[in-house]
């Protein structure tokens, strides 16, 4: 299977993030992922978008379809710079889920990449 790649860029508000955790629902489930599987992937790529808010007037998410992984980058998503404001403990927070619920996570300087490897027994 060669790999499929999808983009979806959404205005950078809150109201937008139901439409990139519907995608990657639906992604998911085409791969063959359980329920659960499929509730971590859609809380990540939700946090990973609320990190991203306000960073720029749009939100970029790339999906990777593999045989063997869901790849999914969303551009301006960081790690909390070390202060005690509340908006970076939200921040931090957020991203403690991500790495808690993704196989890996990658951050550069254009954003994060969260990876979820595929079981052979979900196909």
């Not at 990973?48 to 790849?71: G, H, R």
Request: charged fraction near 30%.
């Amino acid at each position: 299977m060669k790999k499929d790649t999808i983009n979806i860029t959404i205005p950078s508000k809150p109201d937008y993030i139901s439409v990139v955790r519907l995608t990657s629902s639906a992604i998911a489930s085409n791969m063959g992922l359980n329920i659960e599987e499929i509730e971590d992937i859609k809380v990540s790529i939700a946090e990973a978008c609320i990190n991203a808010i306000d960073k720029s007037n749009q939100i970029n998410v790339q999906f990777e379809i593999e045989k063997d992984k869901l790849i999914m980058k969303v551009d301006n998503v960081y790690q909390a710079k070390d202060d005690d404001t509340n908006q970076n403990k939200e921040l931090e927070l957020g991203i403690l889920i991500i790495k808690s619920l993704m196989d890996k996570v990658n951050f550069s300087e254009k954003g994060v990449e969260m990876i979820k490897y595929i079981e052979d027994g979900n196909k």
